[in-house]
């Protein structure tokens, strides 16, 4: 990159931080002792902008960083995951989001804890938030770090290190100092930046083209050097069984996850209703849609346009084609409306990611605070200690993400999200939607149905050859691998489930009955909901 583009998206990149720090220590000049205003942000945000927060929080790097990079190195089989984030929103509306807000209070555990013993119920959960928060993390910030490689002409891997650490300390600072109400206003800024700037690219990646859809496909197939078949199943996940395996465990992953992703549950406690929850996921599903539909645009465009080949050369997990297309967009490297452009489309990127990791951060110290620790006190914590406690956990979970980061720095970041998507999917998801519908749920089958899906999900990624085996994986000179896919949400979620039922069925516990009464009034009508 040149000089005047290294500048100018510096320069935004200084901007947003010092909006979003100026917005953290004005939100942290109010009382932010209580709980309920730590985590929930006093539960004073409206559906919009609640709606806005959720988008923000959801529409990550993997969506515009990770996911229009697959598209534009593998065409249809890339456009797979724009489909599956966009249909898991289906599951969050008819079967989440109201009853989550009507049953819990801060965390997942809130939910199930209702009606079972709860501290080794909340134990189990609040480990599950905790491990699916940190991949999440690692994933936002391998964007990061790829981001920043391209913007400094990839002079070594020392930048994208310091990259990484510098968003962990931020991400910490914004969660200590403004808790949630802090976060949600700055993923209502990244929203309306990243919705805007997608609007720009797309509308003038149509320009580019005449607004003729048709020649922009056929020209990405042709530069992408597959033909046909880069517009047919098949080019990424078809090759043999193991891959078609592989894209079914990656689609049951990307649908199923969502439901189960701490940071995106503990946005529904933040509105005052249940009514307001579900209006907040309708304001959600719109902003969201429209984005992966001009995610698809933007994917292809940077195939006609920017090519495959320069895409790799520049990230060979293709992280980086959407700055590349806005560069060529706005007239090139020694262009200024490219300088402008690349510099603006850049910094969008990294507020993404900034207000991704903050959402992901609080869920995950919240975790911490509310879930572990006041377990482990064996009595309920005080709400002080609590909400420091999950100030002093946020440092930890940066600390952790940032190590991991590290080390997974050259992988796909929409990838790197798809396992977080697996794990949340085996471990939150069967225990959520059991203590929700079934009547004669225990607290065995509770904790086994996380454990029963966490456990698995992270064993086989571990024998995966996400981690050894082929020269893409993180350790490439060794070889452990036995689990021949790259997702285990095929194999994981459907263990999760049946542990969960065998848990109960062979728990000497008999099912409060009285307790389900209430949880099932309590979630369809919202009385005595906090």
């Not at 293709?318 to 452009?341: E, I, K, R, Y």
């Not at 940032?402 to 697996?422: K, P, Y």
Request: glycine share 12%.
């Amino acid at each position: 990159m040149t000089g005047n583009q290294q500048t100018s998206a510096l320069l935004l990149f200084s901007a947003f931080i010092a909006v979003t720090l100026g917005i953290t220590t004005w939100v942290g000049r109010n009382r932010q002792g209580s709980q309920e205003e730590f985590y929930a942000g006093g539960r004073l945000f409206s559906p919009m902008e609640n709606g806005f927060a959720i988008a923000g929080d959801y529409m990550s790097a993997a969506s515009f960083l990770g996911a229009t990079g697959l598209i534009a190195l593998y065409g249809y089989d890339g456009l797979l995951y724009v489909v599956g984030f966009l249909v898991a929103w289906l599951v969050v509306l008819f079967l989440v989001a109201e009853l989550v807000r009507n049953c819990g209070r801060f965390t997942l555990a809130d939910v199930v804890a209702a009606r079972m013993s709860e501290r080794p119920v909340r134990i189990a959960a609040g480990t599950s938030s905790v491990t699916v928060s940190v991949l999440y993390l690692v994933a936002q910030m391998v964007g990061a770090g790829s981001l920043v490689a391209l913007l400094l002409g990839n002079t070594g891997e020392a930048a994208r290190s310091w990259t990484v650490i510098g968003v962990g300390a931020l991400m910490v600072i914004y969660v200590s100092l403004g808790g949630m109400r802090a976060t949600t206003w700055i993923q209502i800024v990244k929203a309306v930046l990243l919705l805007g700037g997608t609007i720009v690219l797309t509308a003038l990646v149509l320009v580019r083209f005449h607004g003729d859809v048709d020649q922009l496909l056929s020209t990405a197939a042709e530069r992408s050097g597959h033909g046909s078949a880069y517009l047919a199943p098949g080019l990424k996940y078809g090759g043999d069984w193991t891959a078609r395996f592989d894209f079914m465990s990656l689609g049951l992953a990307l649908v199923l996850g969502t439901a189960g992703l701490p940071h995106i549950l503990s946005r529904f406690y933040t509105v005052p209703t249940a009514q307001a929850a579900r209006r907040s996921a309708v304001w959600s599903i719109g902003l969201i849609g429209g984005f992966y539909l001009m995610t698809i645009v933007l994917g292809f465009g940077a195939a006609a346009i920017v090519g495959p080949e320069a895409v790799r050369g520049s990230n060979a997990s293709g992280n980086t084609a959407v700055p590349l297309l806005a560069l060529d967009l706005g007239g090139g490297a020694d262009s200024t409306g490219g300088t402008v452009l690349f510099a603006v489309v850049a910094a969008v990127a990294f507020a993404t990611i900034l207000a991704v990791v903050a959402g992901v951060t609080l869920a995950s110290s919240a975790s911490v605070a509310h879930d572990l620790y006041a377990s482990f006190r064996r009595r309920h914590a005080e709400p002080r200690s609590e909400v420091a406690v999950a100030r002093v956990a946020a440092v930890g979970v940066g600390v952790v993400a940032i190590a991991l980061s590290l080390l997974a720095r050259d992988l796909n970041v929409a990838f790197l999200v798809g396992l977080a998507f697996a794990v949340a999917a085996s471990a939150n998801l069967p225990v959520l939607l059991y203590s929700l519908f079934w009547r004669g749920f225990t607290t065995r089958g509770a904790v086994w149905a996380v454990y029963g899906g966490l456990v698995p999900a992270l064993a086989l990624v571990v024998l995966s050859p996400v981690v050894s085996g082929s020269p893409e994986s993180l350790f490439p000179t060794v070889d452990f691998q036995y689990f021949p896919l790259q997702n285990p949400g095929l194999v994981s979620i459907p263990l999760g489930f049946l542990a969960g039922w065998l848990g109960t069925v062979t728990s000497a516990e008999i099912a409060d009955e009285a307790k389900h009464a209430e949880t099932e009034v309590r979630s369809l009508t919202g009385a005595g909901a906090a």
